[in-house]
């Protein structure tokens, strides 16, 4: 019995931390707002609401005995009563005190805190605290610590799905709380029904193809008919005088088959018909049905932007207070809905934009005055919907801008522009620099900035997400960021073409348009191919070129050129030219796993409805290589040409990104072929399904080290012979002579580490 009641309690305390996240989330609202209108009627309906806020979660904590919690509300409550009747006035000190108070509760509903009867030292000065400011003894500016304070995110324990958006909602016979990881999971099914819906319509357009060819068929049999007849009649006459009785009989048996032949056909030509009709009902049922249930669980993700925009006041107030300026946040399209995912995910981007906009941006009062502004700062936050299932953030401020001679010298301490590339960028263009990693124009490192990362982070983020950032400036007026959001993850739109022979998908929202390109259209400039696009020069790359696939020789090129499609971002306009654009379709995509968590170029991988798994493209980083593609365009490789002289390949492993990038940048420098394994086991698998000429591997290593791999490659009759270089850190005399006993070639010392050293035993092994 007693576990039970364990288990009901547990069941309890997490509905009740998920009902006591809203109810803080609410009063720590309302105080903000009601520190902004300390008088009148809208005062007093806030005092009401936070009122009631703090009386239902002192309910609520009773009835899961969380003794402490309900003696703070119950102090709350005090507060609110005496602001309520008039007998308290509202300030500064006592919205912090409030404030602080609403941290404390949040640590007490921190995981781990269970049912308590005793009340800590920390609650009791808290209490008296609340119950002087409840008589009218003014409050300190500091209280003891409670416990941690209430952290500044999303609640992820569970999520409300209800018709109508409310603050604080309250388990009505229309609402129910849902877990999100339960959530998650059924998304992630519903998701996969894109794949048999796209098998489906593969099926259903395979049949419309055999129809078409059957159809030809017939059409055929039907023009050689009279020949047929013909043959029937000379044969007749033929063999009416001079054949044998076999032949008159055989003629008349083979001219027979030819005609029932027809009516064979006419009843295939029927049933492919049948069964292409009910494969196009299919597709279509399970079209709606799966179109319909995505909608339905996609509508479930959907939160009001003002669930995460709630914490950003308080956010603003308290940075801005610590610098000692004057702000106002104001925000503006909180009711519109985004999918969770997505809103959680742009937190710490926001953080870092509102950072900026207070701590860069905004002056102090006294500058602003000097500057004929008000001596309070604007940023404003809004949120508006977009056509095409896209959303809009605007973030905003009306403070110093950003100059851009200072970024353009902060990127060319980086090394990102030369002082000649410098003088060339426009404003826009140098402003855009910001959002490189490192570029900071605070000559100061701060707790708050300085450091040139948050909007480098900003940017990343955001183009994980599928969106866009862009930024406008006006020295002296002011800086917005304008991000482009979908509204839904997973499932979008992309263009299907074919680079050689590797199929890929770009997303259609980075598409600018699809063209053809003309050999005549074609130019040179700065050593580089472009296309004339718009009255402007954009550059022209072979997507096969950026993806390091080998480019084959076309045939002639057609009358109408070759395809192209137009990438854009605000890192500029760049035309990829494929060998064949083969349509537009929904995808989904899926990740690449922790192994391949970061592929250049590759933002994940999709499964057509043939069953062919072909990744999808990540336009940023696809225009970000072909920036930095040489500049002479690049030569056919024939595919097979006589005497090329294949590369020698080398299998490095090392669990280290940073080494594993090293040693795989030197060794292709060399012109070796490289394959790379994160530790033992991986490289194993490599060298099991595949064929090298050397192994270049570390020592320590997760699941299996160097050593125990090598003494595996050893005993593998068909691995034996395979030379392989330890590269470590160990360079004691045991683990020299224990690399030597497990079979290793050469054994090669990080500390004393050199590229040439290396190539060398490379070569002499080789």
Known sequence: MANKNDELLKKLLATFRVEADEHLQAMASGLLALENMPDGAQAAALVETVFREAHSLKGAARAVNLMEIESVCQSLESVFAALKGKRLAVSPPLVDLLQQAIDALGGLLAPGAGPSRSRSPAVAALMRRLDDAATGIPPGSEIPATAEPLPASLPDASVTMTAVPRPAPDLASDTVRVSTAKLDAVMRQVEELLSPRLAAS????????????????????????????????????????????????????????????????????????????????????????????????????????????????????????????????????????????ILEAMKDPLIHLLRNAIDHGIEPPAARVDQRKPARGTITLTISQQDGGKVEILVA?????????????????????????????????????????????????????????????????????GGSVALESQPGAGTAFRIVLPLTLATFRGILVRAGEQLCVIPAARVERVTRVAGPDVQTVENRETIPLDGQAVALVWLGDVLELPRRETATESAGGVPAVVLGSDLGRVAFRVDEILGEQEVLVKTLGPQLARVRNVAGASVLGTGQVVPVLNVPDLLKSAVKQATAPRAPIAAGKPGAVEKQSILVVEDSITSRSLLKNILESADYAVTTAVDGIDAYTALKTGTFDLVVSDVEMPRMDGFDLTAMIRADKHLAELPVVLVTALDSREHRERGIDVGANAYIVKSSFDQSNLLEVIRRLL
């Open 397 to 465: 401020d009306d403070g110093a801008g950003i100059d851009a001679s200072r970024v353009k010298a902060a990127a060319g301490r980086l090394g990102l522009v030369s002082a000649e590339e410098a003088e060339r960028l426009d404003e826009p263009a140098a402003q855009a620099l910001a959002f490189q990693s490192g570029v900071t124009t605070s000559p100061l490192i701060t707790d708050v900035s300085g450091r040139g990362l948050g909007l480098a982070i900003v940017r990343e983020k955001v183009e994980r997400l």
């Open 202 to 341: 593969q099926r259903a357009r395979e049949l419309r193809e055999t129809v078409a060819a059957l159809a030809a068929w017939k059409k055929e049999r039907t023009r050689i008919q009279p020949a047929l007849r013909w043959v029937e009649r000379a044969f007749a006459r033929t063999l009416k005088d001079t054949g044998s009785a076999r032949e008159r009989q055989e003629l008349p048996r083979l001219l027979e088959y030819l005609d029932a032949e027809q009516l064979h056909m006419k009843m295939l030509e029927d049933r492919l018909a049948r069964l292409t009709r009910s494969a196009e009902h299919d597709r279509r049922t399970l079209s709606g049905m799966t179109d319909g249930l995505l909608h339905d669980v996609k509508e479930m993700q959907l939160l009001p932007f003002a669930s995460l925009l709630d914490m950003f006041p308080r956010f603003a107030r308290e940075l801005a207070r610590g610098q000692g300026k004057d702000v106002e946040l104001a925000l503006q399209g909180g009711e519109i809905e985004i999918d969770r995912r």
